[in-house]
């Protein structure tokens, strides 16, 4: 890996996947003897609660559930 000139790195696609790391993800780096190490930031939310906060009330038309649900079965 190399240092970009901004001071970025970029984490090869493979190590991300083996560690469950997504884009929007936050992470620390924290100093250590000899090294730095990336950890997943604590209590920072998890890409699950990142989408159903961002889709949360945007069901089309402004519909209720029960709304919804009777469309679908077709009430």
């Known amino acids: 890996m190399r240092l970009n000139s901004k001071g970025q790195i970029t984490i090869p696609a493979d190590l991300r996947k083996r560690c469950g ?3 929007g993800d936050e992470v ?15 209590g920072a939310s998890t890409r699950g609660q990142r989408i159903a ?3 949360r009330g945007t069901a089309a038309g402004g519909m209720s559930t029960d709304e ?3 469309l679908l079965r077709g009430e």
């Open 21 to 23: 790391l997504h884009p």
């Open 28 to 42: 620390d780096v924290i100093e250590e003897e000899g090294g730095l190490r990336i950890v997943r930031r604590t």
């Open 53 to 55: 906060r961002r889709m």
């Open 68 to 70: 919804i649900m009777e």
